[in-house]
């Protein structure tokens, strides 16, 4: 019985004692037209199809957690337009059932390593990183590309080449 009261003050004050171990997986993106926020895409849209719940994604960080069954994960990614590094903590609950019906069951949480889940966002994403960098490339126009396009629709409209009409219209759907 000694014994077991000892385990149980062990095994209540080990997770103040032992902090969870970080796995780190890096990986290089291997597209040369690659952007971050193509990587950002990519990383968000494979998180998301595995059943992961993304937190927050600011200044190339993305942090994420996954809820399974008996198991828990948490994933902060650090990525660049070449470079993502997945850092992951994961723990596992076993349970133990007491000896006796009087005697409380056993929950005891062990590090763990979702090495599966992780490889499966890699691969996903340096999948995805293809479409993405058209995706990220529509999204953000550039500079001077509206700039351009600006002028030139101003210049078909003082030529009365259009109408006012058509020139808002036109300017509203280029700067949306």
């Known amino acids: 019985m000694l014994s077991r009261s000892i385990t149980l003050l062990f095994l209540t004050f080990l997770p103040l004692i032992a902090s969870a171990k970080v796995y780190t997986t890096t990986f290089q993106v291997a597209d040369a037209y690659s952007s971050t ?76 390593n979702p090495k599966g ?25 550039k500079k001077e590309n509206l700039t351009e396009q600006l002028t030139e629709l101003k210049t078909l409209y003082e030529q009365g080449l259009i109408s006012e009409e058509i020139y808002l219209e036109k300017q509203r759907t280029i700067l949306l």
Do not use: C
């Open 37 to 112: 926020e193509a990587v950002k895409l990519a990383l968000y849209s494979s998180l998301v199809r595995r059943g992961w719940t993304v937190e927050e994604q600011k200044n190339q960080q993305t942090t994420a957690h996954l809820h399974k069954r008996n198991t828990k994960a948490k994933v902060v990614i650090d990525y660049s337009a070449n470079q993502v590094s997945i850092n992951t903590t994961g723990t596992r609950t076993h349970i133990t059932p007491g000896r006796t019906r009087s005697d409380p069951e056993t929950v005891v949480e062990k590090d763990f």
């Open 117 to 141: 889940w992780i490889k499966n966002i890699v691969n996903d994403t340096k999948r995805l990183i293809p479409n993405t960098i058209n995706q990220a490339a529509n999204q953000t126009p």
